[in-house]
């Protein structure tokens, strides 16, 4: 079962920044979270993943609360290609293996 | 090569009959995954492989599905006697090993079974 739970649907102006919370309040101490997005038909895209720091690359930025029980993704300027499911992940691993087990995600829907 | 190839990208067959699937990883990824991902609905684990082992196979959803990984390259994923419900897109991802990797995924196969 995915270990985290995030809001079914958003939606968000073009140009302005898209908040994506999660929820992670099982997450264990050696446990990545990690961030990916599908656009319609397409094979997931990752997006940005991190531990206990907040993160930041050239699509999004991270930020994970102290706990690290929960965490926000943000795209600073939404655009319409930006429309998509987007998917909160901790990364499960057992016994040396690694997997990732996605939930049902947010629909970002950007308004032109 | 530059990213996941997953072949054919889109296979009909007839119910009962065996698919096979392929997923062509990025090269010097040792870690390989299977996942299906049903109409409408989020991604299903199948199985995990670490070089050409595969110590998770937890997600398969039958005795029907099976899959190997050769040379820690190419993974075939097969199902024997398909039924109506295997319809989905059959995705592929991979990785190097480690808790701190990201994963890549392929375009998918998308398998109608009529």
């Known amino acids: 079962d995915a270990k985290t739970t995030q809001p079914p649907s958003m939606d968000c102006a073009e140009g302005r920044a898209a908040n994506l919370p999660c929820n992670h309040s099982t997450i264990s101490g050696n446990e990545y979270v990690y961030w990916y997005r599908q656009i319609h038909s397409q094979g997931p895209q990752y997006i940005i993943h991190g531990l206990k720091n907040n993160e930041t690359n050239e699509m999004a930025s991270l930020i994970i609360t102290e706990d690290r029980k929960s965490s926000t993704l943000i795209l600073p300027h939404a655009t319409l290609r930006d429309t998509a499911v987007y998917y909160c992940i901790v990364r499960v691993s057992t016994s040396g293996t690694y997997k990732y087990i996605f939930g049902t995600g947010t629909r970002l829907k950007v308004l032109a | 090569g530059a990213g996941v190839s997953q072949s054919p990208s889109n296979k009909v067959t007839e119910k009962g009959k065996d698919v096979e699937l392929r997923c062509d990883p990025i090269?010097?990824?040792?870690?390989l995954y299977w996942y299906r991902q049903s109409l409408g609905q989020g991604l299903e684990f199948l199985i995990y492989?670490?070089?050409?082992?595969?110590?998770?196979k937890s997600g398969l959803p039958s005795d029907r599905f099976s899959a190997e990984r050769t040379g820690g390259s190419v993974s075939t994923l097969t199902i024997q006697r398909t039924q109506q419900e295997d319809s989905a897109v059959y995705l592929c991802?991979?990785?190097?090993?480690?808790?701190?990797?990201?994963?890549?995924f392929g375009q998918g196969t998308r398998l109608t079974v009529v």
């Open positions: 492989f670490q070089g050409n082992s595969a110590p998770d």
């Open positions: 090269s010097g990824h040792t870690a």
């Open positions: 991802a991979s990785s190097f090993q480690g808790s701190d990797t990201e994963a890549f």
